[in-house]
């Protein structure tokens, strides 16, 4: 069975900084392009940051450039996203997604594969 699941969100005071985890099971993210999303309630669904396979390449949203970073550690079969400097903006369900072509995109279409979101709530 494929899944992705995310761990780490929760409340953090403004400026400070959360991780936020993506641990795959059943397949093994190496070939896999990873794609960090979020979703604020009655918005659109958000390209955060994602993860090339082979390459490593990366890219982020302009809104996040600078205070968030993507990271892999293959033996842990895991992709983390470190958020700092937060603020009340970046409020939202944060989702990671799988993309089997090692692409890695911000567009959502791109991805097969979703976790079920780990909330990250910004305090001020």
């Known amino acids: 069975q494929l899944q992705l699941v995310e761990s780490g969100g929760g409340q953090v005071q403004f400026g400070r900084s959360l991780r936020l985890s993506c641990t795959a099971s059943?397949?093994?993210?190496?070939?896999?392009?990873v794609g960090w999303f979020r979703q604020a309630p009655g918005r659109e669904r958000e390209g955060v940051s994602y993860?090339?396979?082979?390459?490593?390449?990366?890219d982020y949203a302009d809104s996040v450039k600078g205070r968030f970073t993507i990271s892999r550690d293959y033996t842990k079969n895991t992709v983390y996203l470190q958020m700092n400097s937060l603020k009340p903006e970046d409020d939202g369900v944060y989702y990671c997604?799988?993309?089997?072509?090692?692409?890695?995109?911000?567009?959502?279409?791109?991805?097969?594969?979703w976790g079920r979101g780990t909330q990250v709530t910004v305090t001020s």
């Open positions: 997604a799988a993309d089997a072509s090692g692409r890695g995109t911000l567009n959502s279409h791109e991805y097969d594969l």
């Open positions: 059943g397949f093994s993210l190496e070939n896999y392009g």
């Open positions: 993860s090339r396979s082979g390459d490593d390449s990366t």
